[in-house]
């Protein structure tokens, strides 16, 4: 049986009407999905397969869109006081990971190997140029949220934090419940997440 490219178009749609309903949380086996919908449409397996590719290409985005979310990496400058004690007893009852950096380098280098979805920076650090590393995360990272740290920060440095777009500064000695509410204002408004706000 040859099918019209017609009913190729409503093949297609099915397939991410599929994939839609799968992200969306109401279906939880994307693969019987597929095999339902293809056995309804009457699919002809012996078709050219363009059909195939555009399914597959959709299949393979969409869903390494919602895994790429399901691994949530925050990354933070390293330090010697008890700081990363600190982050993990926030990120690890949530499932998320904490990844420490200890210099500018190994800042980046975490950056452009690994899919980060907010960066802590201690500008205090001695081995992390807090401000030039944010502009040199803003080179090829623009839209990278980045929590500052700093022990009295003075208008010209809030000023130009600003001007790089950094989502917050937060005071240092660092109160984590203000911190943790960054964190959440920062989740909710790029990722539309409200880990941070539900109790581990």
Known sequence: MCKSS?????????????????LAGESSNLLIDITIFLTKTYIN?????????????????????RTNFDEINVLASQAEWA??????????????????????AEFIDVI????????IIDLDSKQISGLATIKIIRMGHPLLPCLLLKNQPDQALLGEALSLD??????????????????????TKKYNSDIFSRMP
């Open 83 to 104: 700081w990363p004690r600190a982050l993990r007893d926030i990120f690890a009852p949530r499932g998320i990971n904490l990844l420490m950096a200890g210099d500018t």
């Open 166 to 187: 950094v989502f917050s500064v937060i005071d240092k000695p660092v109160d984590m419940s203000v911190l943790l509410g960054q964190l959440n204002k920062l989740f």
């Open 6 to 22: 017609g009913d190729d178009h409503a093949v297609i749609l099915a397939g991410r009407q599929c994939l839609c309903r799968f």
């Open 112 to 119: 452009e190997h690994k899919r980060i979805h907010a960066t």
């Open 45 to 65: 397996f012996w078709r050219p397969r363009t059909i195939w590719h555009d399914i597959c290409s959709i299949t393979m985005v969409m869903v390494a869109m």
